[in-house]
Structures are given as structure tokens and as C-alpha cells.
């Protein structure tokens, strides 16, 4: 069965009163604690109806993360800083010229179906390359967006996005991580979400050279097809020291 038709992703992650969603795009790279920092206090405040929804695009230095799954023998060589991410999954890498979208939705106007949740973020990325002629999907048993790459053998795959979550009160954060101009060779210090047998790839690596805005332009249009409509955000917002 499709997955976008097993949970009417396209009619079951739009809010009903169409509220729309922040979007703010960091300029700057931000240090990994001072994000999950201010994700937790926008968590607590839409859970408390004091904030919108809200999408975060922003860059990090490089680092390893670390999720709920996580086994100790995948961190092969801790070359960057390692953090426990409090989301599922295993180890994953973030770093520049990776596009990272923390995304801060609240499911009670969301259908409250978590599956049905990733669901719709792995079609986000996945129709945002679409518009960049970039054949993607998803994979039985893999979270994530994958990448066929016969020209690596038979059965080869790469993997384009990560996709993590976490779901507190019904409100999600983390988010995703999609490879635009990242330097692959950073993963080689961790087992990428516990997968030996494939490998990881770029926009760049695809033979697409583009910057994050063009990527950003287009990861906003696919949202919104999804999720809704979105807003700039009208102010800038305080990062903790």
C-alpha cells in the first residue's frame, strides 16, 4: 500500500483552522546544546498555547549525535563532539552544508499519528527532491530518504536525510537532516543510523551544486504543500549564551 494514501499524510497533517506555521532560517551555524536549548522552551510554550508552531533551518558545526537506540561499537573514531540527541534512532552526523529542520508541530490539530507524521516528513524531503530531478523514497525497515545507486553495484543505496523525532505532549521536535553540500568524509567516524551495507550521499555528491537558499526556497513550498502555510518569523529570537 502507498504510504502517503495509508495515512492521507496530504489531509491529516494540515490543521483544520490552517494556523500557519513559523519559519525561520538561522544565518549562522548554532551550537547543538543552545538548540536543543531553545527547542525545548518553544516545546513547552506551544504546548502551552503561548507560541505557534514552528520550523527551524539551520546549519551546525560539526558534531555526532546520538539517539535513544544508539550502540556504543558505531561510534568508530569520535573525531567531533559527541551529543545524546533525546530523539529515536541511532548515531547520525550534522555539520556544514547539511540542512537541518527542527520541526515543532503540534499533533493534536494533527491527526496525533505519529507514523503518519514521519511519514509526512520523509515525503517533505522526498518531494523536495523530486523538484530537483533527484529520485528518492523511503525503505521497509530504514527511516530515512534514500538515494538507488546501481553505478555502486547491485542493490546499492545512499541515504540523503535522516529523519529523528521526538514527541512531547503531542508537540514534535528534532526533525530532519538533508545532505546538501556536507562533507561525507565526516561520517566516517560513526555506523550512520546502524547501517553497514549502504551509504551515505549529497546533493553535491549527485552532481547538483546548490546553495542551502535555493534548497531552502524549495523545502518551503513542499512543507507547505503538506503541513500547511508558513509565516517569517517577525522577530529575532534570543539564543542562549
Same mark, same amino acid.
Given at each position: 500500500?502507498?504510504?502517503?494514501?495509508?495515512?492521507?499524510?496530504?489531509?491529516?497533517?494540515?490543521?483544520?483552522?490552517? $494556523? *500557519?506555521?513559523?519559519?525561520?532560517?538561522?544565518?549562522?551555524? +548554532?551550537?547543538?546544546?543552545?538548540?536543543?536549548?531553545?527547542?525545548?522552551?518553544?516545546?513547552?510554550?506551544?504546548?502551552?498555547?503561548?507560541?505557534?508552531?514552528?520550523?527551524?533551518?539551520?546549519?551546525?558545526?560539526?558534531?555526532?549525535?546520538?539517539?535513544?537506540?544508539?550502540? *556504543?561499537?558505531?561510534?568508530?573514531?569520535?573525531?567531533?563532539?559527541?551529543?545524546?540527541?533525546?530523539?529515536?534512532? $541511532?548515531?547520525?552526523?550534522?555539520?556544514?552544508?547539511?540542512?537541518?529542520?527542527?520541526?515543532?508541530?503540534? +499533533?493534536?490539530?494533527?491527526?496525533?499519528?505519529?507514523?503518519?507524521?514521519?511519514?509526512?516528513?520523509?515525503?517533505?524531503?522526498?518531494?523536495?527532491?523530486?523538484?530537483? !530531478?533527484?529520485?528518492?523514497?523511503?525503505?521497509?525497515?530504514?527511516?530515512?530518504?534514500?538515494?538507488?545507486?546501481?553505478?555502486?553495484?547491485?542493490?546499492?543505496?545512499?541515504?540523503?536525510?535522516?529523519?529523528?523525532?521526538?514527541?512531547?505532549?503531542?508537540?514534535?521536535?528534532?526533525?530532519?537532516?538533508? !545532505?546538501?553540500?556536507?562533507?561525507?568524509?565526516?561520517?566516517?567516524?560513526?555506523?550512520?543510523?546502524?547501517?553497514?551495507?549502504?551509504?551515505?550521499?549529497?546533493?553535491?555528491?549527485?552532481?547538483?551544486?546548490?546553495?542551502?537558499?535555493?534548497?531552502?526556497?524549495?523545502?518551503?513550498?513542499?512543507?507547505?504543500?503538506?503541513?500547511?502555510?508558513?509565516?517569517?518569523?517577525?522577530?529575532? +529570537?534570543?539564543?542562549?549564551?
Amino acid at each position: 500500500m502507498n504510504n502517503d494514501k495509508a495515512c492521507q499524510i496530504r489531509s491529516k497533517l494540515l490543521r483544520e483552522d490552517r $494556523q *500557519p506555521v513559523e519559519w525561520r532560517i538561522f544565518d549562522e551555524p +548554532l551550537d547543538y546544546e543552545q538548540a536543543l536549548a531553545m527547542m525545548d522552551e518553544r516545546v513547552a510554550a506551544i504546548s502551552a498555547g503561548t507560541a505557534s508552531e514552528a520550523v527551524w533551518l539551520l546549519e551546525h558545526p560539526p558534531l555526532y549525535t546520538s539517539g535513544t537506540s544508539a550502540r *556504543p561499537e558505531d561510534l568508530l573514531n569520535a573525531r567531533f563532539p559527541v551529543y545524546p540527541a533525546g530523539r529515536g534512532g $541511532q548515531f547520525t552526523y550534522h555539520g556544514p552544508g547539511q540542512r537541518v529542520a527542527y520541526v515543532m508541530l503540534d +499533533l493534536t490539530q494533527r491527526g496525533r499519528d505519529i507514523r503518519c507524521l514521519v511519514q509526512g516528513l520523509e515525503q517533505w524531503v522526498i518531494d523536495t527532491l523530486a523538484a530537483h !530531478n533527484i529520485t528518492a523514497g523511503r525503505r521497509e525497515g530504514r527511516v530515512g530518504v534514500w538515494v538507488a545507486r546501481p553505478e555502486k553495484g547491485i542493490g546499492r543505496e545512499d541515504k540523503i536525510a535522516a529523519i529523528g523525532v521526538r514527541v512531547r505532549k503531542w508537540v514534535t521536535f528534532h526533525g530532519i537532516a538533508l !545532505n546538501v553540500t556536507t562533507d561525507l568524509s565526516h561520517y566516517d567516524g560513526i555506523v550512520p543510523c546502524g547501517i553497514t551495507d549502504q551509504g551515505v550521499t549529497s546533493f553535491e555528491d549527485l552532481g547538483l551544486l546548490l546553495t542551502l537558499p535555493e534548497v531552502d526556497s524549495v523545502l518551503r513550498r513542499r512543507f507547505e504543500a503538506i503541513f500547511g502555510p508558513t509565516e517569517r518569523a517577525r522577530a529575532p +529570537l534570543a539564543i542562549p549564551a
